[in-house]
């Protein structure tokens, strides 16, 4: 049973890692779609390619920790990005033309930096503005792996909607949702440190709420080997090449 005070604690961390997110409007040249388990990311692109936000999709991932068959669930028998592309197809008209798939990615800086090399090996031009979708929360993340592994394009964040309370659907539990929010901050952290991502500032009322539910045992989702509280970054970080 999660309490109001954790759930409040939680809502804390949503604000904060959702904070990026806005409709996107029409003229975008791209619609980058990060692989996961949530197939409601594939729903939400189609609605975004059909409402003329842009003209090509784009689909990344292989499969990850749950997609791969990691003991809660079974694997899926194909890559994410396949998997997104026929469930954005249930939901749209959406033609051959307008899709590519790059199924090698198994991180979120390869989801950029692979996306970006396919751009390039099949002749289309560099994109100028983009918007990236995948689950709601992945917004701070997303935005600041984006800044150093495809720092081109003027990037925006869309996503499903439905908030936090709505978050939790079927299979998708806000236990689980509070442990992927606590592994996500201390994400933050430890890539920038590591120069996977941009550096993205933390308020401390935001780590305050972390350290509250890492103390209540929503730590499932962390990073093995790294503290808690990770260090911060120092100097500038490095972006991959294409």
């Known amino acids: 049973m999660i309490t109001a005070e954790t759930h409040a604690l939680a809502r804390r961390l949503w604000d904060f890692h959702t904070r990026p997110a806005a409709p996107a409007r029409t003229g975008h040249d791209l619609i980058l779609v990060l692989g996961s388990h949530d197939l409601r990311v594939a729903a939400h692109a189609a609605r975004l390619w059909q409402d003329g936000v842009a003209p090509l999709l784009v689909f990344s991932g292989d499969r990850g920790r749950r997609t791969g068959g990691d003991g809660t669930a079974q694997r899926w028998p194909d890559s994410e990005a396949a998997t997104f592309a026929r469930a954005a197809r249930r939901s749209a008209p959406i033609p051959d033309s307008a899709v590519l798939l790059e199924t090698r990615a198994t991180n979120t800086a390869e989801n950029f930096a692979l996306a970006r090399r396919l751009i390039a090996e099949t002749g289309r031009s560099a994109p100028r503005s983009a918007v990236v979708t995948a689950k709601p929360y ?32 079927g299979e998708h539990t ?5 442990d992927f929010l606590v592994g996500d901050l201390q994400r933050l952290a430890v890539y920038a440190r ?7 500032d933390i308020p401390d009322d935001v780590w305050q709420a972390y350290d509250r539910l890492c103390a209540r045992g929503h730590t499932r989702h962390l990073i093995p080997g790294e503290p808690l509280r990770p260090a911060p970054a120092h100097g500038r970080a490095r972006p991959a090449q294409p």
Not at 174 to 178: G, P, Y
């Open 174 to 178: 806000h236990a689980e949702l509070i």
């Open 194 to 200: 590591r120069g996977w991502s941009a550096p993205v």
């Open 138 to 169: 992945m917004a701070q993340r997303a935005l600041a792996t984006a800044a150093l592994h495809w720092p081109g394009p003027r990037w925006s964040f869309d996503c499903f909607g439905g908030g936090y309370q709505g978050y939790a659907e």
